[in-house]
T-cell receptor, first 116, second 113 residues
């Protein structure tokens, strides 16, 4: 069974600085997708960024980028120029590409605080 | 326009009661999901339906019964509510079970007293 591990329960960053959130996963599959979701206090789950395992190039979305290391099964999220609105829970998630079932497998989350 | 909506957003009820949470998506998606987020914020899949057909049924008590009257709706009915059912329940949808983009509803916070 696939598992996702986020080893940092909480992180803190100064406004305008850069922070990296860690995520590792375990799978025997070769084709899959990885995601970072943001959950602010409003509770809404917001997709931040996604990465297809077959792509070597790291995904980037504005201030958000990932460092995808397939051999190491590592998928970290870098937030540049942190803003107060980035404060939230961040969840790393895995989804198999090959199976007919499409559910996401989540890590336990990292709570990010942004200091003004 | 809300893509995935859930009602109610908050639900407070007593042990032993039966309650339902409704989910509707207007995205034309074929696949819908129910996730449970516990008090420690851990999210886990409960059920998934594709074209009104159940395709995922994780280890969830029989007191939980999903119902999909059509592709746009996936409701969650819970019988004989217990304290441990208190959680946030999220509905989500995607174009298909293999499509990777999942859109989440706003969540329903269920509190059982």
């Amino acid at each position: 069974a696939q598992t996702v591990t986020q080893s940092q329960p909480e992180m803190s960053v100064q406004e305008a600085e850069t922070v990296t959130l860690s995520c590792t996963y375990d799978t025997s599959e070769s084709d899959y997708y990885l995601f970072w979701y943001k959950q602010p206090p409003s509770r809404q789950m917001i997709l931040v960024i996604r990465q297809e395992a077959y792509k070597q190039q790291n995904a980037t979305e504005n201030r958000f980028s990932v460092n995808f290391q397939k051999a190491a099964k590592s998928f970290s999220l870098k937030i540049s120029d942190s803003q107060l609105g980035d404060a939230a829970m961040y969840f790393c998630a895995y989804r198999s590409a090959g199976r007919s079932q499409g559910n996401l497998i989540f890590g336990k989350g990292t709570k990010l605080s942004v200091k003004p | 326009d809300t893509a995935v909506s859930q009602t109610p957003k908050y639900l407070v009820t007593q042990m032993g009661n039966d309650k339902s949470i409704k989910c509707e998506q207007n995205l034309g998606h074929d696949t819908m999901y129910w996730y449970k987020q516990d008090s420690k914020k851990f999210l886990k899949i409960m059920f998934s339906y594709n074209n009104k057909e159940l395709i995922i049924n994780e280890t969830v008590p029989n007191r939980f019964s999903p119902k999909s009257p059509d592709k746009a709706h996936l409701n969650l009915h819970i019988n004989s509510l217990e304290l441990g059912d208190s959680a946030v329940y999220f509905c989500a949808s995607s174009r298909g079970p293999r499509n990777y983009e999942q859109y989440f509803g706003p969540g329903t916070r269920l509190t059982v007293t």
